[in-house]
């Protein structure tokens, strides 16, 4: 086996235990709120805590990783978000359970953006689409297993040891990683040198700084993060509300719920594996510039035309059909999006991808607020979804004002390409 499939495998198990441990919540979230007595509007700002949090810490471990690499920080990343999830199981009143999912949220940050420099270092251009699908697609694993794993644990010990199993996976994880992994594939002796031809000229050994100034004054940086923030609102709706809308909006009963509210989530895992191959099918046929943005901008406008006739039907199985395009058609794009910022970001595509998911989280954090306000005031689940749909609309056009051929640091290409 080559030692960059050993990487994906690590970056797969991670990204399905980062999304188990984040849906954990939400699944969890009508018991909680009856046993805590949260209403929706305050249940809102426990699952924005997590979401703000992750997007204030984006970027700066984003960069973190890299400047001293991605074992470290990951490392750090995996302990952290393992502590929070295991004190979640705790809580026994509305602040605490604030306070402690926004300490979840700074721990989890970056741990994408840092995924991205690990594919950066260990792939070559040629694989990164179809890696980063791999990884999405696990990441939607995670969220389809999360009911599966959450509903028969929580029937049978109680929610809280839901959050304390969870934790300790995450300890086992971070041991095994910290162990294996190498931040540059020649600094691993059981990578052989053909491997080492395949992915390509190595990063420097030197983490350079950042040059934020090129990066915010990019206009390209600020078409690529309105994209993602618009698209947030739909993916935080899943991540967020999507159980609680079955069991409160549809009448869903818990059991229905744990197995029903798995189907986007699969959808959505294959739907990245699509995405990732047909991303680089399109740019070897077609080039980056039309290739790219034209799985972005068709997948995002079918996703939200799908959420936005979501309240004009009742019945069960046309609600999760729909819910359940929405998801899977969205995140098409989503390997393509984050490829984008490995091709414009280069050595510096932590900083990058952190941006990006940046502007994501504060979209996710107004969608998961918001979404509450709006239910509380209106006593209606479906209202929130028509603003969702329209917001993933506008990261459809946005999408395709992309042009993926064009780097975001000049120089830094140009200095990449004489080494080559």
Not at 166 to 180: E, H, N, V
Request: with cysteine; hydrophobic share 50%.
């Amino acid at each position: 086996m080559k030692q960059r499939h050993v990487v994906l495998l690590f970056l797969v198990s991670l990204s399905i235990l980062t999304f188990i441990d984040r849906i954990c919540i939400a699944v969890l979230g009508p018991r909680m709120m009856e046993d805590l007595a949260i209403p929706p509007d305050r249940w809102g700002w426990v699952l924005g805590a997590f979401v703000l949090a992750y997007g204030a810490f984006e970027i700066p471990t984003g960069a973190m990783g890299d400047r001293i690499g991605q074992r470290k920080v990951i490392t750090r990343i995996v302990l952290w978000w393992s502590a929070f999830t295991s004190l979640t199981g705790a809580v026994t009143s509305f602040v605490p359970l604030v306070i402690i999912r926004f300490l979840f949220g700074a721990g989890e940050a970056g741990a994408y953006p840092n995924i991205a420099g690990c594919v950066a270092r260990w792939f070559p251009r040629t694989e990164r689409a179809r890696v980063q699908g791999f990884v999405w697609a696990a990441s939607r694993l995670g969220g389809a297993l999360a009911p599966l794993l959450v509903v028969p644990i929580q029937s049978a010990y109680g929610w809280r040891a839901t959050f304390f199993i969870f934790g300790a996976a995450g300890f086992t994880w971070a041991a095994l990683w910290f162990w294996w992994y190498r931040d540059r594939p020649d600094q691993k002796p059981s990578v052989t040198p053909r491997e080492l031809e395949e992915i390509g000229s190595p990063a420097p050994s030197a983490h350079p700084r950042v040059p934020w100034k090129v990066l915010f004054s990019s206009r390209q940086m600020w078409i690529i993060t309105g994209m993602y923030f618009s698209y947030a609102w739909g993916s935080w709706f899943y991540f967020a509300w999507l159980h609680t809308f079955l069991v409160k909006g549809r009448g869903f009963t818990d059991a229905e719920m744990g197995l029903l509210s798995s189907f986007p989530f699969f959808l959505s895992a294959s739907c990245n594996l699509f995405g990732g191959f047909l991303s680089d099918i399109m740019t070897r046929r077609y080039g980056a510039s039309i290739g790219r943005r034209l799985i972005g901008a068709v997948s995002l406008t079918i996703a939200g035309a799908c959420i936005a006739a979501t309240p004009f039907v009742q019945g069960k199985a046309a609600t999760m059909i729909l819910l359940s395009l929405g998801f899977g058609v969205a995140d098409i794009m989503l390997p393509t999006a984050w490829a984008i910022c490995l091709d414009v970001g280069g050595r510096f595509s932590g900083s990058v991808t952190g941006t990006m998911n940046t502007a994501g989280q504060l979209g996710g954090f107004l969608c998961s607020v918001l979404f509450g306000y709006v239910v509380r005031a209106t006593g209606d689940y479906n209202t929130p979804l028509l603003l969702i749909a329209f917001m993933t609309l506008v990261g459809a056009f946005l999408f395709s004002r992309i042009d993926p051929t064009r780097p975001l640091f000049p120089a830094e290409a140009e200095a990449a390409q004489k080494t080559l």
